[in-house]
């Protein structure tokens, strides 16, 4: 099938790539230039394990190309897939600014049937919105779709995860739409689940608040274990077992951060609110996040006393391993709060070398674990990459003016960073002498 994929971001060029491998003609339209060049030129614009691979492939192949605008191709597409972000206004709702201009042009360029399908994480109604839009834009009355297919990749494994998705939804109005995107979907070895269009709008809201809410709950836990000397790795290991339940997203930190949590439980609690529903779980869920990322910044200040003129490291930036993204990351309120303490921040990330769009100025960037250890105060493990698994700890502390170690992820074993002599804090396990 010929498709068009507005928007190439993480979601639509993790689409466009899965289409494009599966024998259909895909275009991508980004309308940011520098992006586009750069995927022109094989170039991935952000982070993503396989991805640029992938796209040199197809680029050589001819299974895909880039364009800036979405009238060189819409003649050519039987399909168009809108990716564009749907960030977070100032009051919690989603921005529907930019699906809404792909719509207008979609109904003012439209000459022949298509299937429009809406992949950016929308509230529920949007679609009826879509509709409404290019309906009104039309020259004349062509016959259209819209579908509904939230997607549920995740990044740093966003290719494998569009490839290999754990089920397809589809809210579809029409048996004509729900045929294509049967047949489009025919490569997935997985659950296709055909819904309505508002169905399968709430699902994937409703999926996110989930996952979020396990996250904020298993915080919560780990903050009652910190004071009554309970160890949440084994609380979070019993209750795992319980299939009800299940182990997945029962791994306390310092709460969940990234373009999807944060913005999606937001809206959720805006959309309840649009129905006189006041969505009590969700606005605590939120609460408790908004308070995590505190409790390293808590236990930095319990171990070094005051901060001022402390020279404290950060290890790993983004908001969680395996991306380059730090939309909403922990790392960057940390940082401030440290900053705002009078506190001397020293970074390292595997991935980010530098300030990103107004976050981390000031700081200073090292080009490894142990160059940013050096003369500190504390080490603050945020993000949990790989690399700092392995670390040699002897050569860690050799380097540091105090060895004080904060995992704010849960990832180190507590007596052996004790054994070589540090004084170590986690989140929500009882202190090891
Ligand atoms: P993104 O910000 O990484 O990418 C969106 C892209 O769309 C940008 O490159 C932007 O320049 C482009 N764009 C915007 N308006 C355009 C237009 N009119 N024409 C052409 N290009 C345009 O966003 P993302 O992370 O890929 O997310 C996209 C949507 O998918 C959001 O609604 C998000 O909530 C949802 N989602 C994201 C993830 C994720 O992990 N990132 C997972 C599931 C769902």
Redesign the pocket.
């Known amino acids: 099938m010929r498709i068009s994929v ?9 689409t466009a790539v899965s289409l494009a491998e599966t024998g259909n003609e895909v275009c991508v ?4 230039m520098d ?1 586009l060049e750069k995927l022109k030129n094989g170039i991935s ?2 982070f993503e394990p396989g991805l640029e691979q992938a796209l040199n492939e197809l680029i050589r192949e001819r299974k895909i190309s880039f364009h ?3 009238k060189e191709k819409i003649h050519n597409s039987e399909i168009i897939f809108i ?5 977070s206004l100032p009051s919690g709702e ?1 921005d529907l600014s ?2 809404i ?2 719509c207008t ?1 979609i109904g003012k360029l439209m000459r022949d049937y298509k299937v429009i399908v809406i ?4 509230p529920v109604g949007t679609c009826d919105l879509a509709k409404r839009i290019i309906r009104e834009n039309q020259e004349d009355l062509y016959d259209f779709d819209v579908v509904s297919n ?6 740093g494994t ?1 290719l494998k995860d569009a490839r290999e998705p754990s089920r397809i939804i589809l809210g579809c109005g029409s048996k004509k739409a729900r045929n294509i995107m049967q047949k489009l979907y025919e490569f997935v070895d997985a659950p296709v689940i055909i819904t309505d269009l508002r169905s399968s709008e709430m699902i ?1 809201y409703a999926s996110n608040a989930f996952l979020a809410t396990k996250i904020s709950f298993i915080n919560e836990i780990a903050n009652i274990c910190d004071k009554v000397g309970a160890d949440i790795i084994e609380v979070a290991r019993g209750m795992g077992k319980d299939k009800r339940i299940g182990s997945d997203f029962l791994r306390a930190g310092i709460g969940y951060g ?3 949590f944060p ?2 439980t937001k809206a959720l609690i805006q959309i309840a609110g649009h129905v006189a529903h006041d969505f009590k779980l969700l606005k605590a869920v939120v609460e408790v996040n908004n308070l995590q990322w505190k409790k390293v910044v808590e236990k930095l200040e319990f171990l070094l006393g005051d901060i001022k003129k402390k020279t404290i490291t950060i290890w790993g930036l983004s908001f969680k391993p395996g991306t380059d ?1 730090t939309r909403e990351a922990p790392s960057i309120l940390i940082i401030k709060e440290i900053n705002r303490l009078g506190g001397v921040v020293q970074v390292y990330d595997p991935v980010i070398k530098g300030p990103v769009g107004g976050a981390f100025e000031g700081v200073t960037f090292c080009t490894d674990p142990y160059a940013a250890a050096e003369g500190s105060d504390a080490v603050i493990l945020v993000t949990e990459w790989q690399e700092f698994l392995n670390i040699d700890w002897q050569r860690l502390k050799k380097g540091m003016a105090q060895p004080v170690l904060i995992d704010g992820r849960n990832v180190y074993d507590p007596h052996t960073i004790v054994a070589n002599g540090f004084y170590y804090s986690c989140i929500g396990r009882p202190s090891v002498e």
Request: some cysteine.
């Open positions: 507005v928007g190439a971001g993480y979601v639509g060029l993790a339209v980004e309308k940011e992006k614009p952000f800036q605008d979405l990716a564009v972000g749907t960030p989603a930019g699906l201009k792909v042009q992949k950016s994480t929308v939230p997607e549920f990749l995740r990044e966003a994937k990234g373009s999807c913005k999606d993204d």
